[in-house]
């Protein structure tokens, strides 16, 4: 597998994770997932995918 599409999945799964942190939080649907949990899914999300897109914009750029 290329580096370029391994970065791409990473990235979306970080924003898969990000997204699901986040529904958590905002909306109460999901009540198996404890709150601390949900923030934890979020924050790391977050970080995952600014370090992934900013890997995959030095990637483009060479």
């Given amino acids: 597998m290329r580096n370029r599409a391994r970065l791409l999945i990473v ?4 924003l ?4 699901v942190g986040t529904y958590r939080i905002f909306t ?5 997932v404890p709150l ?3 923030y934890i899914f979020a924050i790391t999300g ?3 995918f600014l370090a992934n897109t900013t890997l995959l914009i030095k990637k483009v750029t060479d």
């Fill in 36 to 38: 601390v949990v949900a």
């Fill in 46 to 48: 977050f970080i995952g």
């Fill in 16 to 19: 898969c994770i990000f997204g």
């Fill in 11 to 14: 990235l979306l799964c970080s």
């Fill in 28 to 32: 109460e649907n999901l009540t198996s």
